[in-house]
């Protein structure tokens, strides 16, 4: 944050006032941006958890229609809800290993000598 103080210090050292004033706005730009984009995380990350807590909802429901078993209470619920959460970041760490794996080194190359025989071969050798 900018005080009147530093930005007085910051004249009488030679600064022009524009540029601290472009300073300033390019301050409050980044600042502002940042908040929308926290904004927005967290506007995602209410509604993910809004969606797996009806999913468990959904689905402890059924056990207890179709599978004879005890509702769930609002902990019980909340608990696996975060553990579906949980399960769902674990899964895409899981897939973004797996991506980076098959993407190194995997560049496929054409081959000339490829055709129907060459595949027929192949098969009958299996």
Do not use: W, Y
């Not at 210090?9 to 502002?32: C, F, K, P, Y």
């Not at 429901?61 to 769930?72: I, N, P, R, S, V």
């Not at 902990?75 to 696996?80: G, K, L, M, Q, R």
């Amino acid at each position: 944050m900018f005080s009147k103080n530093e930005i007085l210090a910051q004249l009488r050292n030679g600064a022009d006032a524009s540029d601290i004033a472009q300073r300033m706005a390019d301050e409050i730009n980044e600042a502002v941006h940042e908040f929308e984009v926290e904004q927005e995380q967290a506007k995602r990350s209410a509604a993910c958890r809004s969606d797996a807590r009806n999913m468990v909802e959904v689905m402890a429901k059924f056990f207890a229609t179709h599978m004879g078993e005890d509702e769930l209470s609002d902990s019980e619920i909340d608990e696996a809800t975060d553990a579906v959460i949980e399960l769902m970041d674990s899964l895409k760490e899981l897939k973004g290993a797996l991506s980076d794996l098959t993407g190194k080194g995997t560049e496929r190359k054409p081959s000339g000598d490829l055709d129907d025989e060459t595949i027929r071969r192949f098969l009958n050798s299996l």
